[in-house]
């Protein structure tokens, strides 16, 4: 009798539970492992970032347009042919230049000396040509803004070039003397200004591009 409460004594003894393979496995550790994988770089995937490439609409690109493609040849011309009025009327300030250089300057002259034969040979050329060149080219609606330009930058540059002029006439420096020093060397450096300005305009305009000259370029463009 006194084995029976011991079998009932065993049997009312919670068995111990066995782990089993889907205790084993609990929550916190499949979260914990999928942490863990997520962390961890796929193989089968790359981990360089490769950035992607733009694709740029041909609208998008503006294309470089040359300036002398656009402007006539006789636009070319007229706007060069402007510049010749200032350069003759300027010729008298190379006067002591070429006197020293004849051998340099007087070569380099030479191909012009017909267009400048034909132009003193006319009475008042100088007068004609100013107003001509300005009530026919720069007052013109109908030419364009580049040819207008041009005529008028000639324009202005010829009147300026007529200021030094009278500035010597006013003063008179006479033959010798300290005056008569800065008056060559202002002749000189004026020449020289209007060589490189009048080179610099014809090539500009023959190539179909807008020259702006110093001094020159606020006073004409005022004008439009």
């Known amino acids: 009798m006194a084995s029976i409460p011991l079998l009932r004594l065993n049997l009312s003894l919670p068995r111990p539970q066995t782990l089993t393979r889907k205790s084993y496995y609990s929550p916190l550790h499949l979260s914990s492992s999928a942490n863990l994988t997520s962390l961890l770089p796929n193989p089968l995937r790359s981990t360089v970032h490769i950035p992607s490439r733009r694709r740029t609409s041909s609208s998008s ?31 008298q300030y190379g006067r002591f230049l070429i006197a020293q250089y004849p051998r340099i300057l007087g070569p380099a002259l030479e191909p012009l000396l017909p267009l400048l034969s034909l132009y003193r040979s006319v009475p008042y050329a100088s007068f004609v040509a100013f107003f001509a060149l300005y009530l026919a080219v720069v007052r013109n609606p109908s030419l364009s803004r580049f040819t207008r330009f041009n005529a008028m930058q000639a ?24 005056g008569f020093k800065l008056m060559v060397l202002g002749h000189n450096v004026i020449f020289v200004f ?10 500009y305009t023959i190539l179909g591009r807008t020259p702006y000259l110093p001094f020159v370029a606020d006073a004409a463009g005022r004008q439009f």
């Open 61 to 91: 690109i503006r294309p470089v347009s040359a300036s002398y493609d656009s402007v006539p040849v006789t636009d070319r011309l007229i706007s060069a042919a402007a510049y010749f009025l200032p350069f003759f009327n300027g010729l």
């Open 155 to 178: 324009v202005v540059l010829d009147v300026l070039l007529a200021l030094p002029m009278l500035v010597v006439r006013i003063f008179s420096p006479g033959q010798a003397g300290l």
């Open 194 to 203: 209007l060589v490189l300005c009048f080179v610099y305009s014809v090539a």
